[in-house]
């Protein structure tokens, strides 16, 4: 078993034992858009996604500068966070390598610029990263810390089609695998839950993503939210969303984590759309107790992250 406290590999642990000390990133928007809304590939963008349901509240007054953000960013973080050892300007809206490398170096070097910001978290697409950005980002790997998230959803391209992702699998092995071979940390983001899954595909998904170079990964359990394209096929045909229940859910996860690489940290288990944009599931549960839930279900069942790996 895993020789951690937990039975599972936090991401704090990661940190931790890679950096010396916790991370805390900075939530920073800076007005990219994705190539399938805005016609390169298509319309509309990802059938589950409304951006405003993870862009913090204090991003939402107007605020236009990156400095603006990352001071009044600062001034909403808990103070236990402000004992970290670095900190980091998170790019998570949209996909913000969407644009030419000027553009990025325009964005960036304004976040790096600022007194307090020790690098960059980047989220972005799989398809949106040329070999000159990645270029770029690993130049500035020297002297900052530069990690890079992928929305990799679904192992399954039947899927990625059918939520419009407009790209494939196989896309993003290419791009994990290019962002690792220049020495940049990669997490991924997966989707729990998504319409034509079954509950044995999605678990299936634990060996598969093992395989991958990623250090870190995020969770998510599939939420309908409001202005989405989801949200429409829901009220027509409820049926098509098979949505975890609390319960469920941690059964879920800890059958996937017993599949799942020992040495990839979590960075979540869950996420938790505000109220005022979420139609269903409505758990009443914050990220933090489905956590504890998850721990203790990993007790009661006296196993851990990695088990049945292999």
């Known amino acids: 078993m895993n020789q951690l406290s937990r039975r599972y590999f936090p991401y704090s642990e990661h940190l931790k034992k890679t950096y010396g000390g916790r991370i805390q990133k900075v939530s920073i928007h800076a007005d990219f858009t994705c190539p399938n809304r805005d016609g390169s590939l298509g319309f509309g963008g990802c059938t589950f996604c409304n951006n405003d349901s993870f862009v913090p509240n204090y991003l939402h007054d107007g605020m236009k500068s990156i400095t603006e953000q990352i001071d009044h960013g600062m001034e909403f973080l808990p ?10 300007g998170y790019f998570q809206a949209y996909s913000n390598t969407y644009g030419t490398v000027e553009h990025l170096k325009r964005i960036y070097s304004e976040a790096l610029n600022h007194e307090k910001i020790d690098g960059l978290v980047i989220g972005t697409r799989p398809d949106c990263l040329s070999d000159e950005q990645l270029d770029y980002l690993a130049d500035l790997a020297k ?14 391209n039947k899927t990625l089609d059918r939520v419009n992702r407009g790209h494939s699998f196989e896309d993003s092995v290419e791009a994990i695998q290019k962002v690792v071979d220049r020495g940049i940390p990669v997490a991924g983001h997966m989707l729990f839950g998504l319409p034509g899954e079954s509950r044995e595909e999605t678990l299936a998904q634990a060996k598969i993503i093992s395989e991958l170079p990623l250090g870190s990964i995020k969770f998510h359990q599939l939420q309908i939210v409001k202005g ?6 829901f009220k027509e045909d409820p049926s098509q969303f098979p949505l975890f229940q609390p319960e469920e859910y941690v059964d879920f ?48 069942r006296d196993t851990y992250q990695g088990r049945l790996y292999k």
């Open 79 to 88: 103070g236990r966070y402000h004992n970290a050892k670095a900190f980091v």
């Open 143 to 156: 002297d900052n810390y530069i990690f890079i998230e992928f929305g990799i959803e679904s192992c399954y």
């Open 228 to 233: 989405t394209i989801m949200a429409k096929q």
């Open 253 to 300: 996860m800890v059958d996937f984590l017993e599949r799942l690489r020992p040495d990839m940290a979590i960075q979540r288990f869950s996420s938790d759309t505000p109220i005022n944009l979420r139609i269903a599931p409505n758990w009443g549960i914050r990220p933090n107790q489905i956590q504890l839930m998850i721990e203790k279900r990993l007790k009661e």
